[in-house]
């Protein structure tokens, strides 16, 4: 039975990879700001199959409760064998443009926020010699673009640290798979018409899961967008900039 | 950018909606809206009584999450938002199945009980609206109430085939029952003539607990092939992957030579007399084909479908189906069934003692429609009705006469909810 952390849990997809979880047996434990959505999901994952379904209330921009949190996920839990961390937002780019404020504090959600919770989890993994950490990057992170570079650059600097976490612990049996999905169909993107590039939050999460069975460190999903990723990171600067992206 | 519009299942062309709201909560409030709204699930229902042109839907997908389940009852407590098919797709290997299912798994749970959905089993278990112990109704007064069968029993009466209009099924509890294992014991049998049909079709439903036909609309004399099944404790590997149309081409597939050739070759085709088949394909044969709805091109396409009373029942669908061969319009997916004596808990249920006929047309506009008005004047001297969940075109006056509760209904009517189906058949007339 897998001991799994969600942190981020009532998003799309990680509700998603919870249900299919679920399904398998594994005890869960869901952290998230909402807390009716949270006893909703539980209770969900509890029909669906879940050996257990913990919650706990927690904005993650509050790195001060953190450490709290993890204790109570490792003692419902009894220790941690996956944590997918999922949470984020979508900022408007135009309104960060024009807000420092709104800038930084979009910077700590999908940035700051990750980096703290990764540094906690990868220490307790470490310590345990076990474990995967998978991360909800974003394609958006690997070349920053006019229409939404601080959501790049806090998933860029996202990705740039599993990276080095990653590094670090290879030897210390602990898997750190870094998830860039693209244009995914949640409430997130609702305002957006889906085109032929768009997945459903299933299909993304069944990527999720498929890539921490596989020991996997960097999945692109669906995985299109490896390649296409590829390309744009290979547009020179003095072309790119002039494009509409 | 803006999403893409909800659409009905016929793909008629009707407006949009004005705007589009998500449930995603099943306390939440209902959002506070200038004009009306009405409740959308899935989108399976052919015609505007799923649709709200210009005003609001609130799209109940995002309440999707199961609650609770007994299993020393099998009782399951779910959100409105979730579909039969993820229903099937956790309790069937656990030995549980839906008591009654229609022929699509693609509709919600909300949306099966807004239009008291019917299945094979009608004559023996009744519509989806009698297998239903409770649910939750959401008004725009921000009342909440359980109706059950003995709780706010009128509300219940009224929501149950309701049509969405009485305000928001929230949750809901349904009665699953026991299962021996995934298959369905198939018995076929073709049949020739509506005589022969009526007696073949009243020994299938003394043997088996589902029996549905499947009948060739256009050939001279009505043929077809009567498909009785019962649960047999036997496990079968599922089918193949779905296939879809992956997009709608640029004109309709179905004409009368594609419908001739086919109705022939699927009634030529082996039917074994006797097979065990996975329940997916017997109960769900188009669910195999993701968006089918689209080999209809850009026109769209109709279903009607008709209940007239026994007694009128062997005339009134021989003279229906001399009308549609008449008309050299008709349908590869016609459908004959018999309702049994249960009654229906709703006001506005369709199922009712009697003959039920469900054929799709391709929209050839004016020919089809006049068509349509032959059909509406044969069921209406049978004393029979139309299914609101299917239609897109029946006039007021019709459905009045197919549902005498009617008046009695709209007290119950949410003052906040509409749908482009009951602005047709209540305002404009």
């Excluded at chain 2, 139309?386 to 709209?410: C, S, V």
């Amino acid at each position: 039975m897998q001991k799994i952390l969600i942190i981020g849990a009532t998003s799309a997809i990680a509700e998603a990879a919870a249900r299919q979880w679920a399904a398998r047996g594994a005890a869960l434990f869901l952290v998230a700001r909402n807390a009716a959505k949270l006893d909703a999901i539980a209770a969900d994952l509890i029909v669906r199959g879940a050996a257990k379904a913990g919650t706990r209330v927690m904005d993650a921009t509050d790195t001060a409760a953190h450490a709290a949190m993890l204790d109570a996920a490792v003692a419902a839990l009894g220790g941690i064998d996956v944590a997918l961390i999922a949470h984020g937002t979508l900022p408007d780019q135009q309104a960060c443009a024009a807000s420092v404020e709104l800038t930084l504090h979009e910077i700590d959600t999908n940035g700051l926020s990750v980096v703290a919770l990764a540094t906690r989890l990868a220490n307790l993994m470490e310590a345990q010699g076990s474990g995967s950490l998978a991360v909800i990057s974003s394609v958006a992170g690997d070349r920053g673009r006019q229409s939404n570079y601080v959501y790049g650059a806090a998933k860029g600097m996202v990705t740039r640290f599993l990276q080095g976490l990653r590094n670090r612990l290879a030897k210390k049996g602990v898997q750190v798979l870094t998830v860039k999905p693209g244009f995914v169909d949640t409430p997130m993107t609702a305002a957006f018409r889906k085109g032929a590039l768009w997945a459903k939050p299933e299909q993304v999460a069944r990527g999720i899961i498929a890539a921490i069975d596989r020991k996997k460190d960097e999945v692109y999903l669906p995985g299109f967008w490896r390649l296409i990723m590829l390309i744009i990171r290979h547009i020179p600067e003095r072309i790119f900039k002039k494009l509409s992206l | 950018m803006t999403a893409a519009p909800l659409s009905a299942w016929g793909n008629l062309g009707w407006p949009p909606a004005a705007e589009v709201r998500r449930c995603g909560e099943r306390g939440a409030p209902l959002p506070a809206v200038a004009g009306t709204l009405l409740p959308y699930g899935n989108g399976r229902s052919y015609g505007d009584s799923c649709l709200n042109p210009g005003g609001t839907l609130l799209a109940m997908r995002g309440l999707d999450r199961f609650i609770a389940f007994d299993a020393g009852s099998g009782v399951l407590a779910c959100e409105a938002g979730v579909l039969l098919a993820d229903i099937l797709a956790v309790f069937v290997p656990r030995g549980w199945f839906l008591p009654v299912t229609p022929g699509t798994r693609y509709v919600t749970v909300g949306g099966a009980i807004a239009n008291d959905v019917h299945g094979k089993n009608h004559h023996a278990a009744g519509g989806f609206g009698a297998q239903v112990r409770s649910f939750e109704l959401l008004r725009s007064d921000g009342s909440r109430r359980r109706c059950s069968p003995t709780d706010n029993a009128d509300w219940f009466a009224a929501t149950v085939g309701g049509l969405g209009l009485t305000g928001v099924i929230t949750q809901a509890e349904l009665q699953l029952r026991r299962i021996g294992g995934n298959a369905i014991a198939v018995h076929n049998r073709r049949f020739t003539g509506l005589d022969e049909f009526f007696a073949a079709n009243a020994e299938a439903e003394h043997a088996h607990e589902y029996a549905v036909a499947w009948i060739d609309c256009l050939a001279k004399t009505p043929r077809g092939v009567l498909m009785g099944g019962n649960h047999v404790d036997a496990e079968l590997p599922a089918p193949r992957g779905e296939r879809n149309v992956p997009l709608t081409p640029p004109f309709s597939c179905i004409n009368g030579l594609s419908l001739r050739a086919f109705n022939a070759a699927y009634y030529g085709k082996p039917w074994p007399t006797a097979q065990t088949v996975h329940y997916q394909p017997y109960f769900y044969p188009l669910d195999a084909i993701g968006h089918w709805n689209r080999i209809y091109g850009p026109r769209g396409f109709y279903q009607y479908q008709s209940v007239v009373p026994p007694a009128a029942a062997r005339e009134a669908t021989g003279e229906m189906l001399a009308a549609i061969a008449a008309s050299g319009q008709g349908s590869f997916l016609a459908v004959l069934k018999n309702f049994g004596a249960r009654p229906s808990p709703g006001l506005l249920s369709f199922p009712m003692p009697g003959t039920t006929l469900a054929l799709d047309f391709p929209n050839h506009g004016a020919a089809t429609l006049a068509l349509f008005e032959r059909l509406d004047a044969i069921v209406r001297a049978a004393g029979g009705r139309l299914y609101p969940a299917k239609d897109a075109r029946m006039p007021a006056a019709m459905f009045r006469a197919g549902y005498p509760r009617l008046a009695e209904f709209t007290s119950y009517v949410d003052p906040k909810f509409s749908s482009g189906f009951w602005r047709r058949v209540m305002e404009n007339n």
